[in-house]
């Protein structure tokens, strides 16, 4: 028997399905298992090897800016200065170490895969009931389903009774889903709409069932996304790739500095030798290699500080890539909104009744016009509410001042505004107590309950509106509320009951719906006193109509303030989720995602049918996906990235794996969020929350800005150490340095004040900038007319000092520590000009990073010591200053920050 994995198992009927499967009541025979077995191979997933951590440490060094550095220690012993080799390797062992420590278990999506598939099967083999390993299912196969089971394939459903299966590790969906057998009209149906469909790792929350194998092992749903997992592989992040980018140009300018040294060199007539060490020294100050360490401290920094706003940081170039980000694709469930349903209008005795506070606390009121109404006061109002408590199997539960719940969530909302009106349910449940019950099922659409009460007989009645009022002969009517008043209210009698009108309640519901609300309606019946058992046909007529009531998961305020807040710093938000479109459209008006008219919609069925070319013309407009299938997501976060946006996704279940790995940033939820979501992606919230992902964007803009001032400060500075050897070779001068001491400028400016950059606080601007474009190089073309202006002031600077002290004195070894301090000085005042690209160095505190003062002030201590200290003298051959040579020094160094306030100035003024 071969299957055909594109038939719609959950359009065909049962006996269609039989046929197919070539099984039946008594499911098949050993043999037959057995034979199918072998044909299809056992139910579990094909894993591939974990990556070692040796591959994980190896991955660090591939690095172009590493690769320039291990070259560059190789330089320095055969230089034989082992001090700078010592310190070069410890850059290279640091950098690899934080990158490592950061990624150790970054491949194990496909591992946590594995942790899905249910140990074990009950199923019906020959007639008889028996237990498997699950590993053993094959297609055919009768599985039998009861409440608390994990499904162990994917199911036709065959037989249901009152079956719910929470599926939102495999769609998102929040709500648990009532089953059926009965086929699904739309073959294409999305797999939240695939009602007579059961799916492997999804659990049985509700009722019992049965259902024929389908689909095992790498055929299933979630076997589709594993299998997808892995075809996606390693997104390079916008970071790596500019970085790798920049390391070119940095080797190619080492190499070309080092040959041009050497070549000008052979033209002055210095010894051989001198010629060659003073170009290798060249080279090794030339090569940034502060740059690898900087970006992994500017990581971890950043690292650190989004922990402190709960957002976990697995991969260390996430932070980055954060920064960068142009679209944010958001579940709604949980991380837009706060996953607690909550009943947010009531409508009762002709009245339409707010209800105030969110989540599951019962804190709120009840209110009309703003004004709490009074529940003694409003009969109607309070038996709707009523209603609601009693018709429920579901518990809201006080631990330690917070509230959890158990059973469903839509059953716990109707609790919750209950609770707000005043009565408890324990008290309510002993005054009507619970005789007998019709649970809910997919076909009746409504709960009854039997209730005593004063030697009177109450059936409660909740359901679908429409299904309700057509059960429903009267309405309730009651008095206006009136408003509240302190202490015991006696209860007010209900009025007659009218003739109900049962077209203007599904209306009013249907209204309701329309605003992206879960309605319910409610309705009772007196029967005789003797009554003791529920019958339906005591339940589908003769009902008298009560009320609705409306609630909606809500979105999480900081969530909304957060949409906004992206969106001025000018990036898209798009809600990807399982809802129904009109509640996801509901959401997105009250999210502000929704903004303009050409803003549009689309739900799975109509992504299903739409190829890649217009879904890559259209994919940018879309604001909302609704009722999304796994492989929309992913197809959405392709053609996203298509278009060169940076694309962070959000993900909780195992269906969102491959766009979470497919993302330029991948965001999973660390309270509802799977293990296999939090394996592949770059980032988990620890609070769920929307807020947290745009302050984690914040910070990566933080981080990004970091690196280019530690890139604005070791470029300069660099280019015109070299331009200053280069000039002094072409002016045939003697050198301005000896390689020692151009190994010592690399050493005391560079590896103190570079790292010390990581620690910048933010710019006020960081969170009203426009996002990046994703192209732009590491060197903007700012940052390169910065290199030529700081260069060549440090070229005329340094080389002016040293021409002037030779021409007044000729001891070469004075001029050279003149020479020296002058350098040592611009590069200690340009790493003031380097906290901010655009603003003033004179409007920013000085002590905001202390970390950076601190360097400073080594780094001048270090040079005073070089300059006065007996053995620093004799290493470096330096000779001891005068005070006027200080007053001499100091005000050409500070030629540089004098410079790059004046351009600042200009570039300010035209802006």
Known sequence: MELDQSVPWHHLTIEEVRSRLQTGDEGLSAAEAERRLRAFGPNRFVTEAGISPLQI?????????????????????????LVDTAV?????????????????????????????????????????????????????????????ARVPADLRLVRTFELQVDESALTGESVPVPKTEHPVPDPNAPLGDRLSMAYLGTIVVRGRGAGLVVATGMQTAFGRISRQVREVGLVRTPLQLRL?????????????????????????????????LTAVATAVATVPEGLPVTITVALAVGVSRMARRMAIIRKLAAVETLGSCTFICSDKTGTLTRNEMTVTCIHAGGQEYEVTGAGYAPEGEITVGGRPVNVREAPALELTLRIGLLTNESSLIEEDGAYRVRGDPT???????????????????????????TPFESDLRYMATLHAHEGRRLIFVKGAPERVAAMSRAAVVAPAPQPERMGPVP?????PPVELDPEEIV??????????????????KEVPPDTSELEHQMVESGLTFAGLQAMIDPPRPEAIEAVASAQRAGIRVVMITGDHRVTAEAIARQMGITRAADDEVVDGSALEVMDDATLFARVRRIVTFARAAPEHKLRVVQQLRAHDEVVAVTGDGVNDAPALKQADIGVAMGITGTDVAKEAADMVLADDNFATIYAAVEEGRVVFDNIRKVIIFLIPTGVGLVLTILASIVLRLP??????????????TNGLQDVAMAFEPPEEDVGRRRPRDPREGVLTPLMIWRTALVGLILLVGTLGVFTWQLRGNPDLAYARTLALTTMVLFQNFHVLNSRSVTRSVFRM?????RVLFAAIVAALSLQVLAIYWGPLQFILRTRPLTLQDWLTVIPVAATVLVAVEIEKAIRHRRA
């Open 57 to 81: 440490l190896l991955q660090q060094l591939q690095s172009p800016l590493i690769y320039i550095l291990i070259g560059a220690a190789g330089v320095t012993v055969l230089l034989g200065d």
């Open 88 to 148: 070069i390797l410890a850059v290279v062992v640091l950098n690899t170490a934080l990158g490592f420590v950061q990624e150790y278990k970054a491949e194990q999506a496909l591992q946590a895969l594995t942790r899905l598939a249910a140990p074990h099967a009950h199923i019906v083999r020959e007639g008889r009931e028996m237990e498997i390993d699950a590993s053993e299912l094959v297609p055919g196969d009768l599985v039998l389903l009861e409440a608390g």
């Open 244 to 276: 790798d980018q920049f390391a070119r140009v940095v080797a190619a300018g080492v190499l070309g500095v080092t040959a041009l040294v050497f070549v000008l060199g052979l033209t002055t007539g210095e010894p051989l030798v001198d010629i060659l």
């Open 845 to 849: 505190d000085p002590l905001s990073n």
């Open 411 to 437: 059953e716990v909302a109707l609790i919750v505004a209950a609770r707000k009106a005043g009565p408890h349910p324990e008290h309510e449940r002993e005054a009507y107590p619970l005789l007998d019950e």
């Open 491 to 495: 209860p007010v009698p209900l009025a």
């Open 507 to 524: 209306a009013r519901s249907n209204a309701l719906a329309a605003e992206g609300l879960r309605v319910l309606a409610m309705a009772y």
């Open 735 to 748: 050198l301005p340095f000896l390689p020692a001491q151009v190994i010592w400028i690399n050493l005391v």
